[in-house]
């Protein structure tokens, strides 16, 4: 369909920075989230630290074509279909359970996310009110699970959504938000595109060459580590990480 005029073309589009995580550190500091991400059974996918063919990656979204929760794609003249079945697979991600985006009530989500009762409006509810443990974890939920550019520190319903499954140990099926994070991008103006570091392991099993193909490697900043606490605005005092005076960067500059 045309253009309209503030849509940015797919094969003009930025790739989503995607992020890992440095488990061995959250470990030694106490962070409890690091045994229920594994209990998800997403700590190899939290790992990733693989090349992203930016090419590709644009051509895999150009290409793209979505029906009933299954996507297709042509590169270099090879045809992907992906089901959240096979993503998961190829993700080691488990493909079972809850298949909702979006809890019933947000006010239960907070309730597991806040340790209390949120009494006040839930519109437009900035990260600044949890926790540094629920704050490293929302970090990781929007540059690992829904990759998104532009503003970062709001607590949307999916974000609820998932670090409620995460901090009750509730298996959720991240497989499928992928594959409708994927649609979505098609139908936002100025999405940037997500998951090339999964998608470079699509490609990989597919048979897709990457010889020739300008690439993008990880560099030490696209680990989510203590220097995360620091841009947060935390610092470890007396053997703990308390909250600064003030955040020294925003979520969208993480």
């Known amino acids: 369909s045309p253009l309209t005029p503030n849509k940015v073309p797919l094969s003009d589009r930025n790739i989503e920075p995607e992020k890992n995580v440095d488990f061995n550190f959250f470990k030694k500091e106490g962070f409890s989230f690091v045994l229920k991400i594994k209990k998800q059974g997403w700590?190899?996918?939290?790992?990733?630290?693989?090349?992203i063919y930016v090419d590709l990656v644009r051509e895999f979204y150009l290409n793209l074509a979505y029906f009933n929760g299954?996507?297709?794609?042509?590169?270099?003249?090879?045809?992907?279909?992906l089901d959240p079945v096979h993503?998961?697979?190829i993700l080691r991600l488990s493909c079972k359970d809850y298949k909702k985006m979006e809890l019933t009530h947000n006010k239960e989500g907070l309730r597991a996310i806040l340790g209390?009762?949120?009494?006040?409006?839930?519109n437009k509810l900035e990260d600044k009110i949890l926790s540094i443990e629920m704050r490293v974890l929302h970090t990781m939920v929007i540059k690992l699970f829904i990759l998104r550019s532009g503003r970062h520190d709001l607590l949307?319903?999916?974000?609820?959504?998932?670090?409620?499954?995460?901090?009750?140990?509730?298996?959720?099926?991240?497989?499928?938000?992928?594959?409708?994070?994927?649609?979505?991008?098609?139908?936002?103006?100025?999405?940037?595109?997500?998951?090339?570091m999964a998608l470079s392991l699509v490609f990989r099993r597919f048979g897709v060459s990457f010889e020739g193909e300008p690439v993008a490697r990880l560099s030490q900043t696209n680990t989510i580590n203590h220097h995360t606490l620091h841009r947060i605005g935390f610092s470890k005092i007396d053997g703990g990480w308390s909250k600064g005076a003030e955040d020294v960067e925003r979520a969208e500059e993480e």
């Open 87 to 89: 993503l998961g697979e």
């Open 70 to 81: 299954t996507v297709k794609s042509i590169i270099k003249g090879t045809e992907i279909t």
């Open 43 to 51: 700590d190899y996918f939290c790992k990733l630290k693989k090349a």
């Open 116 to 122: 209390r009762e949120f009494e006040e409006n839930l």
């Open 156 to 196: 949307s319903s999916r974000n609820i959504c998932i670090m409620f499954h995460v901090i009750t140990e509730t298996p959720f099926n991240l497989p499928i938000l992928m594959i409708e994070m994927m649609r979505e991008t098609l139908n936002r103006s100025k999405a940037h595109l997500p998951y090339g």
